[in-house]
């Protein structure tokens, strides 16, 4: 089983500053989603990354995909309140599995 | 609303009851899927299905849990004999089926599941 390492688990900081949360594995993986949970409900995906080395854009939040395709990271730029949540990172278990492997999330509060 | 449902919302048992949860995924979503998120975790992987056919299950899916979709439609999961340890919030989600990498599961709101 492909594990998925996110960090930091916890972050809490003021509304306008700047944050990265990381997603690392030690396996290669053909494609990973970042998805966003808010309590009681269930994740909604923000992004998915293919190529290595690949970088997009969703506003303020800016996901890039390691060379290696072995790691991840989302960076939110002047984050908001709204920007609360649970940040997750899943990937496809194997060629021709259609599992899903999540992170434990990193899970963020931006304070007014 | 044209997303994934599931029903009901939340769900309080005693230990030992049975359950049954319903998922009625996107309309023309061949692909179902249910998971299981505990308090600190990501949602885990229990069973996928194409269609009515169930083509994965996970090791998480104990001889106590079932998932049907007999229609290919909707699907339902249940829990025979329920544990204190099978509290946790219980999703559905649905995809289209345009192959592994570009294939987007799209996620009901759970169910929350309290075993007393």
């Known amino acids: 089983t492909q594990l998925l390492e996110q960090s930091p688990q916890f972050l809490s900081i003021q509304e306008g500053e700047n944050l990265t949360v990381y997603c690392n594995s030690s396996?290669?993986?053909?494609?990973l989603q970042w998805y966003r949970q808010e309590p009681g409900e269930g994740p909604v995906l923000l992004v998915t990354?293919?190529?290595?080395?690949e970088v997009k854009k969703l506003k303020r939040l800016t996901f890039q995909f390691g060379d290696a395709r072995k790691d991840s990271s989302l960076h939110i730029t002047a984050a908001q309140p709204g920007d609360t949540g649970l940040y997750l990172c899943?990937?496809?278990?194997?060629?021709?599995?259609?599992?899903?492997?999540f992170g434990k999330g990193t899970k963020l509060s931006v304070i007014p | 609303d044209t997303g994934v449902s599931q029903n009901p919302r939340h769900k309080i048992t005693k230990r030992g009851q049975n359950v049954t949860f319903r998922c009625d995924p996107i309309s023309e979503h061949n692909r179902l899927y249910w998971y299981r998120q505990t308090l600190g975790q990501g949602p885990e992987f229990l069973t996928y299905?194409?269609?009515?056919?169930?083509?994965?299950k996970s090791r998480l899916l104990s001889d106590r849990f079932s998932a049907e979709r007999p229609k290919g439609s909707f699907s339902t999961l249940e829990i025979q004999r329920t544990e204190q340890g099978d509290s946790a919030m219980y999703l559905c989600?649905?995809?289209?089926?345009?192959?592994?990498?570009?294939?987007?599961?799209?996620f009901g709101p759970g169910t929350r599941l309290t075993v007393l």
């Open positions: 989600a649905s995809s289209a089926g345009v192959g592994v990498r570009a294939d987007t599961q799209y």
């Open positions: 396996s290669v993986f053909s494609s």
């Open positions: 990354v293919v190529t290595g080395g």
């Open positions: 899943a990937a496809y278990s194997g060629a021709g599995s259609y599992q899903l492997t």
């Open positions: 299905f194409q269609n009515e056919a169930q083509l994965e």
